[in-house]
């Protein structure tokens, strides 16, 4: 029957072992891609946001140049000297936030123009603003300052394009310019603002997509603006407190942005981490690429979110397998045992137990219809035997007419037989009988194990079940009296009292087992300090009955998650050597008033929940073995029990 146990098995949980995980697999690929892709999508929206705000930017300092050059505040300002004019000029460029302001007039706007396509546009009577670069040379004619603040050193980048270049002087500029037509005075007012090291205007970018431009905010979103591929404003950190100016972009974003002009949207090592990034290329005037506009937030904390997701499926899938399993064996026993009790009947039948029948199944269908049809074929064998032996009587009453004295032979030697016959069949009958009642005891001990866990499990859900399990708990009860009676009639000197010499080690570790569904539903850690120990002379079975309800009282006692420590170490009392088994729990101990009455019959400190028999009962089985059994309460808290029982003398082995 184990093949037949085993292929079931196989045969239930192949689709849950091997296609959930497949399906696990690909459903946390599928979901992995999708929140990928709202990743991407994300840094899409944050980076049209900053692209935004650079153009709205733009069109605003283009805008108030404009509307400068056509004020008649700026029109009064020209009719007088030039050093009052360019105290207008330094009070209007703060005014404005830029960086520079100058007015050309007509006879010196055309280099200008030939130079600059903003400047020619202007001159052409169309203001406005765009991204240009300036030389070093340039910002110096304009600002030594500015010319300065452009300059930003070059830190050696892992994985950018290698460039010779120590330093980048050049500066990259917001540049304005607007006509001026006022009172017979033509020209064009120029603006700009230097965009090298303006923290302010990457901060602001940052303060706009993200939460907080110092942090990031609970994604730790960056901004940052590329001359070129080196980055000349950012909120990167190189360290804690030094941004990373002059690090550079690697080579990929650099060819896929700056020369294929491609807006990239994906992930990116940047600086000294993993972002999820967006970068997109700026062009000047002239219509060339000469920088960048990035934003990005770290990959690292959704990387642990994706982690973390994934474990709690592969969680959620052992868990299911842990319970699919137990149930799956537990609802197929409907079908093995009444197999396994067929096996059984054909072994005694093919020993010549021709009575031998399987009875009422609680399976149904084809089961209950060949347990069914193989009790009648055993009738059958039984009724030919039957007529077999009446036709060997009839013959012998034949013969014993033809001649009495063998007749009367053949009764003594019959009656002889039969004799024979019937005691070794009822020797056979209480042999068969033990062992069925023994292996009864098996399956009956797991059912109501079984009906415990589901009790236990269920909690108070059990309620609406609660008459199916009572039913169950009464039959199991019945089936066990049943078992006894017959172990009884079968073998009644396996009721007497069979002490023999045992080991106490290997005895409490079963025990452990037994009880190893609480420890474990209680989250409780055991902690076994096991001494080389002599073995005692005892019934195994009640000393593991009481092993196991001192284990069960500490772990109530505890009431849920604690410490159950369990020692066992060689002790002599009063000149008699013997072994002290200790069980310690760390629950609130024994109160002191009623610490003396704990062995007494019937009494608990758990009113309703039991009989108050069990450490009554435990003392007896003790005192019966010649032991000692008692109880304190430690230091510490919890209750201790020690139980003493003197080592075993005789020369039985253990």
């Known amino acids: ?106 006879d010196s706007v055309d280099a200008a123009a030939e130079e600059w396509p903003v400047i020619a546009r202007a001159l052409a009577g169309q203001g406005g603003a765009e991204i240009d670069i300036f030389s070093n040379e340039r910002l110096t004619t304009i600002s030594e300052p500015l010319a300065i ?92 407190d030094i941004r990373a100016l002059g690090t550079r972009v690697s080579a990929a974003v650099r060819e896929a942005v700056l020369i294929e002009g491609r807006t990239w949207l994906d992930r990116a090592f940047v600086v000294n981490d993993w972002y999820i990034s967006g970068y997109e290329p700026i062009t000047d005037s002239f219509g060339n690429r000469v920088g960048m506009l990035y934003v990005g937030f770290l990959e690292a904390p959704f990387t642990q979110e994706k982690r973390e997701a994934f474990w709690w499926m592969m969680a959620a899938f052992v868990l299911v397998l842990a319970i699919s399993a137990p149930v799956f ?75 009495a004295e063998l007749r009367e032979a053949n009764e003594k030697l019959e009656q002889t037989f039969r004799q024979l016959v019937m005691s070794e069949k009822l020797a056979s009958i209480g042999e068969i009988t033990a062992g069925v009642a023994h292996e009864i005891n098996n399956p009956v001990a797991v059912i109501q194990g079984n009906v415990d866990v589901i009790r ?79 073995p005692v002379r005892a019934d195994s079975g009640e000393i593991q009955q009481v092993v196991v309800n001192l284990i069960v009282n500490a772990t109530q006692a505890m009431g849920g998650a604690g410490r159950l420590q369990i020692g066992l170490r060689p002790e002599a009392r009063d000149g008699a050597a013997g072994v002290a088994l200790t069980v310690q729990d760390s629950g609130p101990g024994v109160p002191e008033d009623v610490l003396s009455s704990v062995f007494d019959p019937f009494f608990t400190t758990k009113p309703g929940e039991g009989t108050g028999l069990g450490l009554s009962i435990s003392q007896t089985l003790i005192q019966r073995a010649g032991g000692i059994i008692t109880v304190r309460n430690r230091s510490g808290g919890g209750a201790a029990f020690s139980v003493w029982l003197p080592e075993a003398t005789g020369e039985e082995s253990p």
């Open 149 to 240: 603040r452009a300059r930003v050193p070059l830190v050696d980048t892992p994985a950018a394009v290698p460039t010779d270049r120590k330093i980048e002087d050049r500066g990259m500029v917001v540049h304005a310019a607007s006509p001026v037509r006022l009172n017979g005075a033509e020209g064009v007012l120029v603006g700009g603002m230097l965009l090298n090291r303006n923290l302010d205007f990457i901060d602001t970018i940052n303060d706009l997509v993200y939460a907080n431009a110092v942090t990031g905010g609970d994604r730790q979103g960056t901004a940052t603006l590329f001359l070129d591929d080196l980055r000349i404003s950012t909120n990167v950190r190189l360290f804690e």
């Open 456 to 534: 236990q499990t269920l909690g108070d859900e059990a309620e609406p079940v609660a008459t199916e399990l009572g039913l169950i708990d009464r039959q199991v009860s019945r089936i066990e009296v049943i078992v006894g009676k017959l172990l009884q009639f079968a073998s009644p000197s396996e009721f007497s009292d069979c002490e023999h010499n045992i080991q106490l080690q290997p005895l409490v570790q079963d025990c452990l087992v037994l009880v190893d569904h609480l420890l474990s539903r209680g989250g409780i850690e055991v902690i076994c300090d096991f001494d080389d120990v002599p």
């Open 1 to 106: 029957m184990t093949s037949v146990r085993l292929r079931l098995l196989i045969l239930a949980l192949t689709p849950l072992v091997v296609l959930m995980p497949l399906l696990l697999l690909l459903g946390m690929s599928r979901w992995t891609g999708d929140y990928d892709e709202v990743l991407i999508a994300n840094v899409e929206s944050d980076l049209k946001i900053a692209s935004q705000y650079l153009s709205r930017l733009l069109d605003e300092t283009g805008n108030d140049l404009g509307a400068v050059a056509a004020s008649v505040e700026f029109s009064r300002w020209l009719g007088r000297p030039k050093a009052e004019q360019a105290q207008y000029l330094q009070q209007t460029r703060d005014r404005l936030g830029l960086d520079f302001l100058q007015y050309l007039p007509m």
């Open 329 to 403: 064996l537990w609802m197929a026993r409907g079908i093995f045992a009444p197999l396994e009790r067929m096996t059984k009947v054909m072994h005694r039948v093919g020993r010549g137990e021709l009575a031998a029948r399987i009875g009422p199944v609680s399976a149904k269908g084809e089961i209950a219809a060949v347990a069914h049809h193989l009790d009648w074929l055993l009738e059958q064998v039984q009724e030919r035997d039957r007529q077999l032996r009446n036709w060997n009587d009839e013959l012998n009453a034949r013969v014993d007419q033809r001649t």
